[in-house]
């Protein structure tokens, strides 16, 4: 079954950089195109709903919330199928769980701010980022 397994989150201080890794396995032979096709980053701090932070296609075509455009930069290795998330001049509001998912449904568009939880079918356990 496909897994998602996040990593490189941490406690940095304000104005520091992380680089978040998504890896995604378990893809049955034919699937990969339609599972990692589009895939997003999410982040939820205690409290608070669940947010859509940035996505990338495929094709490279990257979509970020404007909380944090300018500061994180979202790209793939479609040929390890994995996702990054570089975060720079972290902010203590980018304090959160983060989250990637993959295999958007279709009908849905990524979600930018407030997300459901219902858009990608597979979803990471999450990493956790504190900045203080």
């Known amino acids: 079954h496909v897994q998602l397994v996040e990593s490189g989150g941490g406690s940095v201080q304000p104005g520091s950089s992380l680089n978040l890794s998504c890896v995604v396995s378990g893809i049955r032979s034919g699937t990969a195109d339609e599972i990692i096709n589009c895939m997003g980053w999410f982040r939820q701090a205690p409290g608070e709903e669940r947010e859509g932070v940035a996505h990338?296609?495929?094709?490279?075509?990257?979509y970020y919330a404007a909380s944090v455009e300018g500061r994180f930069t979202v790209s793939r290795d479609n040929a390890n199928n994995t996702v990054y998330l570089q975060m720079d001049s972290l902010k203590p509001e980018d304090t959160a769980m983060y989250y990637c998912a993959a295999d958007l449904v279709p009908g849905h568009a990524p979600p930018i701010g407030t997300s459901t939880g219902y858009e990608y079918r597979h979803w990471g356990q999450g990493t956790q980022v504190t900045v203080s």
């Open positions: 990338i296609f495929t094709t490279g075509n990257a």
